[in-house]
């Protein structure tokens, strides 16, 4: 039995049974085999192509970061930690990570459940819902400070209830905070976990089911090791991006030193007293931790995924 080759396939055969030869006594036909796809693919070679990704990150991304680091070098070693290391500062990085970190976390939880009900159940007004999870990423960050600032002020729909009630203050204080970054941060989560938990099959929990397994058994066992690498996506994402948060955050917040005031607030205050050197000095340290978290996730994740081809293997 002859065996088809690729180059056969490639090129129909002549009556004779060779290879059909083009008019003018060209090359034949090429194969189309892995050579030939890197060789004629839609985007250009390897090298052009890492040339122009590299190029653009330098001029959006790297050459911005490192003039930070380089305007800051300016200040000395002694007064670039005297200004990082200011109480006022270091209040700063506690109120902004801290918030941070919390509102990635609630968001993590809660960003699973919205996408669980989008992506499982059938209810009337879904389209609706899904549309709003998109609202933060289209709402100016200013126009979100104000509407939370109004609704949790201390007259406000729901901040006079809470205050009555359970003497419990949002505005103004870091709960405000934490409320803000929420907010912002969760479309981050539902957006990376949903198309995760569209492609997990439902015969894989009712195969768990069939065996015995109850659902906290599916759900820790089945589900959450398939979903783990968006959900730790989706937690970076919402981290990162209240890290950096101005607009939303400075309205709610008060602005009081020592007790609700956010990083980036402290760094524009540096811009407007024309202290630039002293501004990216600040921005150095966040722009160190925020990487450094980023590293920690992503190292996490590797690990993850390290362990599921172990298993698999």
């Given at each position: 039995m002859s065996t088809l080759t690729p180059s056969v396939i490639?090129?129909?055969?002549?009556?004779?049974?060779?290879?059909r030869t083009p008019r003018g006594g060209g090359p034949g036909p090429v194969a189309i085999g892995r050579g030939a796809r890197s060789r004629f693919g839609a985007l250009p070679g390897f090298g052009l192509s890492m040339g122009y990704a590299v190029l653009y990150l330098s001029l959006l991304v790297l050459i911005p970061l490192a003039a930070l680091p380089i305007s800051s070098a300016s200040l000395g070693w002694e007064r670039f930690w005297a200004v990082v290391t200011d109480p006022r500062v270091i209040a700063s990085y506690k109120l902004t990570f801290g918030a941070s970190l919390i509102?990635?976390?609630v968001n993590t939880v809660f960003g699973l459940i919205v996408a669980w009900c989008l992506v499982r159940y059938r209810f009337p007004g879904k389209?609706?819902?899904?549309?709003?999870?998109?609202?933060p990423f289209a709402l100016p960050t200013a126009v979100a400070g104000i509407a939370l600032t109004a609704l949790y002020a201390p007259n406000g729909w729901l901040g006079?209830?809470?205050?009555?009630?359970?003497?419990?203050?949002v505005a103004y204080t870091?709960?405000?905070?934490?409320i803000a970054l929420i907010f912002i941060g969760l479309p981050f989560v539902v957006r990376t976990v949903q198309p995760v938990l569209e492609d997990v099959e439902r015969e894989i929990e009712e195969a768990a089911a069939?065996?015995?397994?109850?659902?906290?058994?599916?759900?820790g066992r089945v589900l959450l090791p398939t979903i783990m690498p968006a959900l730790l996506t989706g937690f970076t994402l919402a981290l990162a991006r209240a890290i950096g948060e101005y607009g939303s955050?400075?309205?709610?917040?008060?602005?009081?030193?020592?007790?609700?005031?956010i990083t980036p607030l402290l760094i524009i205050a540096k811009l407007e007293q024309y202290d630039y050197a002293a501004a990216a000095a600040i921005a150095t340290v966040m722009l160190s931790f925020s990487f450094a978290?980023?590293?920690?996730?992503?190292?996490l994740q590797w690990w993850q995924s390290r362990r599921g081809l172990g298993k698999q293997s």
């Open positions: 490639a090129g129909a055969a002549t009556p004779e049974g060779g290879p509102a990635a976390l389209k609706i819902i899904d549309a709003l999870v998109d609202l006079a209830p809470l205050q009555r009630w359970f003497d419990l203050k870091p709960i405000g905070i934490v069939s065996l015995g397994a109850t659902r906290l058994q599916t759900f955050v400075v309205f709610i917040a008060g602005n009081m030193p020592m007790v609700s005031e978290l980023l590293l920690a996730v992503n190292m």
